[in-house]
């Protein structure tokens, strides 16, 4: 059998979607050199991937990247290269079946198997992202692509009902495959990564970290404004012990205005810039060590597909304050503290909690590890390699 696959985001694997690319086909490449399945696989692409990827595939793999002649790099040429020319592609190539990796307008003859992964329904959920003619038109074609495969697989519950409430998917037309993260954050964090992560960013503990992004969604804002009750309140009874400080990951990218939050001039609005650090982008090797030396982590994100970052968080043995919406619970189960996104105070009231109950932390830290040991790249791959052969 010969499977097509999009790879797309391999050109992009510091992003969720690159992520689950990038590692799942990792995982596929070691299991068909180590036992081989006779099947063939055609990687569909927009950038052809760096040397070191393509010395990895067996024999049996393959590349593919004929890309439209319309050399700009946008969503007409997206959805050019997804709706028609991967469709027409990969029927000359000879596939059997298809897989893709992410949400997107590929639409197949009627009766050819294609499984599709969907992360999210953002755009749907969130109208403001489709702020111009050609996002709605992605969007629009996304749908109907996610409509006409013959199967979808979904990263969590949420996004699977999702899709049935929102684009009246039969519940029997969907199966839930949930992801993990970069294997870095299964391996041993030693005390002299930490120190050195630490000396790097110039940190100083007691720390709480925030990270995952910057968009709206992601309700940094709200954490700020959360982080500055708690300030006030240590002003205020005049303690002894340090105000812990915040530090903010992510890259600050104004170019996505207004979906963005502008952390910068909101931390000096605040007048809390005496204890944020904004460290913008982290490389991915640096962030288990991060984590583990911060007291906990905040993700009061108003939605997520899955959550990676709180997942991310629980590897690296570190307490977890995140939101109760969305597919968060399914990740943190009992092992986190939750919050409503949309509640400061409520917000800052458990933050509070955990700046000043260590013991709380620990167990919580200690659970969330333990659970954390559910989520792995291979139980993904089994599921979709079982879901492209049904």
């Known amino acids: 059998m010969k499977i097509g696959i999009n790879a797309s985001f391999l050109r992009k694997p510091f992003t969720g979607i690159g992520q689950v690319t990038v590692h799942f086909l990792h995982v596929l490449i070691e299991r068909e050199k180590n036992h081989p399945s006779g099947d063939e696989y055609v990687l569909f ?4 991937p760096d040397a070191a990827f393509r010395d990895l595939l067996p024999s049996h793999f393959s590349v593919v990247c004929k890309l439209p002649l319309y050399k700009r790099d946008d969503l007409f040429r997206k959805i050019w290269w997804e709706k028609w020319m991967i469709p027409r592609i990969s029927l000359q190539e000879g596939c059997d079946r298809f897989l893709s990796l ?19 329904l953002i755009p749907r959920i969130f109208p403001a992202y489709l702020s111009n003619s050609r996002k709605i038109t992605y969007w629009k074609n996304t749908e109907k692509g996610i409509m006409s495969a013959s199967h979808v697989l979904s990263v969590s519950e949420n996004t699977a009902l999702d899709l049935h409430q929102k684009l009246g998917l039969s519940r029997e037309d969907i ?115 991060l984590y583990a030396s911060a007291d906990f982590f905040v993700f009061a994100s108003r939605y997520e597909g899955f959550g990676m970052p709180v997942l991310e968080s629980m590897k690296s043995g570190t307490t977890v304050l995140t939101a109760r919406n969305s597919s968060l619970p399914e990740v943190g189960a009992d092992t986190v503290v939750y919050c409503d996104a949309d509640d400061v105070e409520d917000i800052a009231h458990k933050m509070q909690m955990l700046i000043t109950d260590p013991a709380m932390r ?23 390699l079982l879901k492209i052969h049904t």
């Open 362 to 384: 620990s167990d919580l830290a200690d659970q969330a590890l333990e659970r954390a040991k559910r989520f792995s790249w291979h139980s993904f791959c089994d599921t979709v």
């Open 45 to 48: 692409v927009e950038q052809m």
């Open 102 to 120: 992410y949400q997107c307008p590929t639409t197949f003859p009627k009766g050819f198997p294609h499984l599709m992964l969907v992360h999210d």
């Open 175 to 289: 199966s839930v495959s949930v992801i993990s993260v970069n294997p870095l954050f299964d391996e041993a964090i030693s005390q002299e990564k930490v120190q050195a992560i630490k000396e790097k960013y110039a940190l100083k503990s007691p720390y709480f970290y925030v990270g995952g992004g910057l968009e709206l969604r992601k309700n940094v804002e709200g954490v700020l404004l959360a982080y500055k009750s708690v300030v006030d309140a240590f002003h205020a009874r005049k303690l002894q012990t340090p105000v812990p400080r915040l530090v903010i990951s992510g890259k600050l990218m104004p170019e996505l205005a207004p979906m963005v939050t502008d952390v910068q001039k909101l931390v000096k609005d605040l007048e809390i810039a005496d204890y944020v650090d904004i460290l913008g982008f982290v490389p991915s090797e640096d962030l288990p060590a």
